[in-house]
């Protein structure tokens, strides 16, 4: 079966850096989104990873490994407003995206 | 810019009613899914749409059927609400094609079956 592993909750503090994993197996790979939702609210897109490597995005990085089925969100600089799920996807050989269950980031002053 | 907009963005229901999610897209998006979140779990794609006049099944369909008569609106039904459908349902588009990989969502609608 296809299968998406985030943490489900962190906790981090303003200021600091935090860094969510994801691991996945699915049946063939097309890229691998991360999205941001806070409570009661939409996901918004936040990076795309097709190929190896780090992608930055100001205080946003996303890495991903394909050998490894394997990406990280990266969030430098906390601010309070950061405080939200994070939501992993991968688009699978049938351009169909998987999602992970979310990992909930907690910001404390 | 209005985007993606869903109605209603509540509704509670009796076990056996029936009801109609409208999805409003002004992108001019050929692709359009409805997905529905639950607690602990991923988003779950119902049915999606790649064009108007087309539908097709997703993970979860049954219990929910989609039409597309419009391009720019995609309408989820519940023939005979049942309580495993209180979820949160959103409704998502791109403008399709193999590199258009990003989704835009609508605020989402909280749907309750009593």
């Known amino acids: 079966g296809q299968n998406i592993d985030q943490p489900t909750e962190m906790t981090a503090t303003e200021g600091a850096i935090v860094q969510i994993n994801c691991t996945y197996q699915?049946?063939?790979?097309?890229?691998l989104f991360w999205y941001q939702q806070h409570a009661g609210e939409a996901p918004t897109f936040l990076s795309y990873?097709?190929l190896d490597g780090l992608e930055e995005k100001g205080r946003f990085s996303s890495f991903l490994s394909r050998s490894k089925g394997y990406s990280y969100l990266l969030l430098k600089e906390l601010q309070m407003k950061d405080s939200a799920s994070y939501l992993c996807a991968v688009r699978d050989s049938n351009y169909q995206l998987i999602w992970g269950a979310g990992t909930k980031l907690i910001i404390k002053p | 810019n209005a985007g993606v907009t869903q109605t209603p963005k509540f509704r509670v229901l009796k076990t056996g009613q029936s009801m109609t999610l409208l999805c409003a897209q002004d992108m001019n998006h050929e692709y359009m899914y409805w997905y529905r979140q639950d607690p602990g779990m991923g988003l779950r794609l119902i049915h999606y749409?790649?064009?108007?006049?087309?539908?097709a099944k997703g993970e979860v369909p049954d219990g929910y059927n989609v039409s597309r008569l419009k391009k720019q609106n995609f309408l989820l039904g519940l023939e005979s609400a049942a309580p495993s459908q209180t979820s949160v349902y959103f409704c998502?588009?791109?403008?399709?094609?193999?590199?258009?990989?990003?989704?835009?969502f609508g605020e989402g609608s909280r749907l309750t079956v009593l």
């Open positions: 699915t049946s063939g790979f097309n890229g």
């Open positions: 990873n097709v």
């Open positions: 749409s790649v064009g108007e006049g087309t539908t």
């Open positions: 998502a588009s791109n403008p399709g094609g193999i590199e258009s990989g990003e989704l835009f």
